[in-house]
C-alpha cells in the first residue's frame, strides 16, 4: 500500500501541492486527471525523490520513504520523452536495472529476452535508441521501469505524444503488462478516455488539490472533472447525432 499524507509543496508564494493525500493498495493503477498546470508532474516527482515537499509523508507498506534517496525508493519516473542511453542497444538499455543490481548474467539474459518479447521489440533488440520510432523507445523505456518491478511506476502523460493508433496499443500493452506483473502506478493524464480505460481508481487535480474518488462512477459523476461532458460529446459524435452541450 502506497499512503500519502498531506503532501505540501510552494514555490514562493505559489502552493503547487496542496494538503495531497491518497491511498493507493498494491497492484492497483491509479488515473490523475488534470489540466496542465495544476501540479500533477510534482507530484509524482516528489514520490520518486526528484523534489522535496516542504511538509507531508510518503509511505510504502508502513515504511517512510521520506529519506529514501530515489535510486532506493524504486518508485520509477517515466516521463513523456522516454529517457534512454543512446550509446547502448535497446537490449542494454532494458537489461540496464539489472546489471546494476548485479543480477547473474544468465538471469539478465533470460529476462530480457522475456520483456523484448513481451514489448514485440525482439527485431530490434540490437538496435540504437536513435533508430527507433517515439513509440518503440517508449516501449524500452517502459520495460526497462518494469523489469526489477519497482514499488510504484509513475508515469507522466507517457503516450501523449504518440499518433492516435500507436498510442491505443501501448495502452493496451501497459494494461496487459500491468496485470500481468501486478503493478502499482500512477498514471497521470489529461485525457479523459484514457483515464478511464487505464484507471482502476480514480482522482482528479486541479491548483494543487487531488480529489480520490471512491469508485468510478463518483468520478463520472463530478461535474469539475469534465468526464461526463466529454463521453456525451463522444457518444453524439457515434451516433451522429447533435451534441447538446
Ligand atoms: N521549479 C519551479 N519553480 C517555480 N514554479 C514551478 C516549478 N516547477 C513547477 N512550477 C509551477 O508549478 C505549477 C505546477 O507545475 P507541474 O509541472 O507540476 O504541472 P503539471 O500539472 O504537471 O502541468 P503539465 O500538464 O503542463 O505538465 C505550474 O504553475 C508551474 O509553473
Given at each position: 500500500m502506497l499512503t500519502i499524507q498531506n503532501l505540501h509543496k510552494a514555490y514562493h508564494t505559489h502552493?503547487?501541492?496542496?494538503q495531497v493525500s491518497l491511498e493507493l493498495p498494491q497492484g492497483q493503477v491509479l488515473a490523475v486527471l488534470g489540466r496542465s498546470g495544476c501540479g500533477k508532474t510534482t507530484l509524482l516527482k516528489a514520490l520518486a525523490g526528484l523534489l522535496t515537499p516542504d511538509a507531508g509523508s510518503i509511505n510504502w507498506a508502513g515504511q517512510?520513504?521520506?529519506?529514501?534517496p530515489p535510486r532506493e525508493r524504486e518508485m520509477v519516473y517515466l516521463f513523456q520523452e522516454p529517457l534512454l542511453?543512446?550509446?547502448?542497444t535497446v537490449f542494454e538499455n532494458i537489461a540496464y536495472g539489472l546489471r546494476v543490481r548485479k543480477e547473474a548474467e544468465t538471469h539478465v539474459q533470460q529476462k530480457v529476452a522475456q520483456m523484448l518479447q513481451e514489448l514485440e521489440l525482439q527485431e530490434h533488440a540490437?538496435?540504437?535508441?536513435?533508430?527507433?520510432?517515439g513509440g518503440q523507445r517508449q516501449r524500452v523505456a517502459f520495460g526497462r521501469a518494469i523489469i526489477f518491478l519497482p514499488r510504484v511506476l509513475l508515469l507522466d502523460e507517457?503516450?501523449?505524444?504518440?499518433?492516435a493508433q500507436t498510442r491505443a496499443t501501448m495502452q493496451r500493452l501497459f494494461l496487459r503488462l500491468a496485470r500481468k506483473y501486478g503493478i502499482t502506478a500512477l498514471f497521470v493524464t489529461h485525457d479523459v478516455k484514457e483515464s478511464l480505460l487505464v484507471g482502476d481508481r480514480f482522482a482528479y487535480m486541479a491548483a494543487g488539490k487531488l480529489q480520490v474518488y471512491t469508485s468510478r462512477e463518483a468520478f463520472i459523476a463530478?461535474?469539475?472533472?469534465?468526464v461526463r461532458d466529454e463521453l456525451a460529446f463522444w457518444s453524439a459524435l457515434e451516433q451522429q447525432t447533435p451534441y447538446q452541450p
Open positions: 502552493t503547487v501541492l496542496d517512510s520513504m521520506d529519506a529514501v542511453f543512446p550509446h547502448l540490437q538496435k540504437k535508441p536513435a533508430q527507433l520510432s507517457p503516450f501523449a505524444s504518440l499518433d463530478d461535474p469539475q472533472t469534465g
